[in-house]
């Protein structure tokens, strides 16, 4: 991880469990990184529209919205900013297929080391990062019409 390609980045945290959203933010701002918390759409439209933000994490389970369902109002008026959506549910390859397909990046769980972040961070801010396709059930895969 190139902790030059962090520093002063934007991150926007769209996250309604307080104690995860302080510990994101706190784990961001070691890294020297810019991050802003939102509990919900209207909050983070609202920051997005005054602050240029390199990443969003945001979670799928807000409690007044889905962030699957919100993902791509994100995407339609945001399409350069990559998102990362996340989950206290652990791993599921349907729910993982739905958010890539909404225009996520990637998804991570909540249950992972939070560190990992940093990682993914680095990888979505520097350009490193692609979705394989292939990592997903065979079941799960999208056919070309």
């Known amino acids: 991880m190139n902790k030059h390609t962090l520093e002063g980045k934007r991150v926007l945290i769209v996250e309604d469990n307080e104690l995860f959203s302080r510990l994101v933010f706190e784990l961001l ?12 759409l209207t909050e983070a439209f609202k920051i997005m529209e005054k602050t240029s933000i390199d990443l969003i994490f945001l979670d799928i ?15 339609k008026k945001y399409p350069e900013v990559p998102v990362v959506v996340l989950t206290g ?6 729910m993982m297929k739905t958010a890539i397909d909404r225009g996520a990046a990637t998804y991570f769980s909540k249950e992972n ?6 990682g993914l961070a680095d990888r979505l801010i520097s350009k490193h990062w692609y979705f394989d396709e292939r990592s997903l059930p065979k079941a799960s895969k999208k056919h070309p019409h």
């Open 29 to 40: 701002k070691e890294e020297k990184m810019e991050p802003f918390t939102a509990t919900d």
């Open 61 to 75: 389970r807000l409690q007044n919205e889905n962030g699957l369902d919100i993902l791509p109002d994100f995407k």
């Open 89 to 94: 549910m652990g791993y599921d390859s349907n």
């Open 113 to 118: 080391d939070l560190r990992d972040l940093l």
